[in-house]
């Protein structure tokens, strides 16, 4: 399978890192990294060149994201998109890629831990949604070079929450007071991967929803996995399709 990385940061590498390590356990190249696509050379990798890989692998920047995914759609290459912080424009880029039979997946977060507290998270909202006597916030710290904040991870399941718990209607990047509003606190320490917390309180106990990653070996493994699922497919996905997820409150 021959893979493009648009993006050969931290993310990147490590992606291509996971590939050559399966590539060795097999004793076989089941992934070739065919393009490595950075802000250095972008601009000398032209679209026929892309259209030769069987799959790309975006982890860039919000302001750039989009010129990417439109680059994939025109070489007819399928995308598994990792960049957060340009969502805004999300259903634009689904409903274009569900018209003109393009492959795109897009999730805020790989790792297959994160999806399974994505799912959690929803079922519990479920039950929450008929005790008001809690009260509902979220905390996620991330490493300072963190560019967006809240995290698409954070805002994903602050989403989900809002689709579920009638009695909030709106989230906010600070504490409030606002029975209505789910706050979702954001740190940024050094060197931190990524931790995410949903909280229950109540006057009488609390329940947490957690998940933390000790370093991107789980992201970069869930995006190599997402790519391999995508070859061959048309259409908007999530990671939901790819673990196999119930879709019907997607």
């Keep these: 399978m021959k893979i493009a990385l648009i993006g050969y940061g931290k993310m990147g590498k490590a ?20 393009l490595k696509i950075d802000i250095d050379n972008r601009h000398l990798i032209t679209t026929e060149e892309l259209s030769q890989v069987d799959v790309a692998i975006e982890f860039t920047s919000p302001n750039t994201a989009i010129d990417n995914i439109h680059w994939c759609f025109d070489a007819n290459v399928p ?3 990792g960049t957060t912080g340009w969502t805004q424009q999300l259903s634009t880029i689904q409903q274009y890629a569900a018209e003109n039979n393009k492959a795109f997946l897009f999730a805020p977060n790989y790792s297959i831990g994160v999806n399974i507290f994505f799912e959690i998270n929803r079922q519990l909202a479920n039950i929450m949604n008929d005790y008001d006597d809690y009260n509902i916030d979220m905390l996620e710290v991330h490493h300072t070079e963190k560019k967006d904040a809240p995290s ?12 579920r718990v009638k ?44 998940h933390t990653a000790h370093n991107r070996t789980g992201f970069a493994s869930g995006a190599l996995l997402a790519a391999e699922w995508l070859v061959g497919k048309k259409g908007y996905y999530s990671m939901e399709d790819v673990l196999g997820f119930n879709q019907e409150e997607k």
């Design 15 to 34: 992606i291509e890192a996971i590939a050559l390590e399966k590539n060795k356990k097999a004793g076989k190249d089941i992934y070739e990294i065919a």
């Design 79 to 81: 995308i598994v998109v």
């Design 152 to 163: 698409g991870t954070a805002l994903f399941a602050a989403l989900d929450i809002l689709k």
């Design 167 to 210: 009695r909030k209607d709106q989230w906010r990047n600070y504490a409030s007071d606002n029975s209505g509003t789910l706050s979702i606190i954001s740190e940024r320490t050094p060197d931190v991967p990524g931790t995410h917390v949903v909280r229950y309180t109540s006057p009488i106990d609390d329940i947490e929803l957690k």
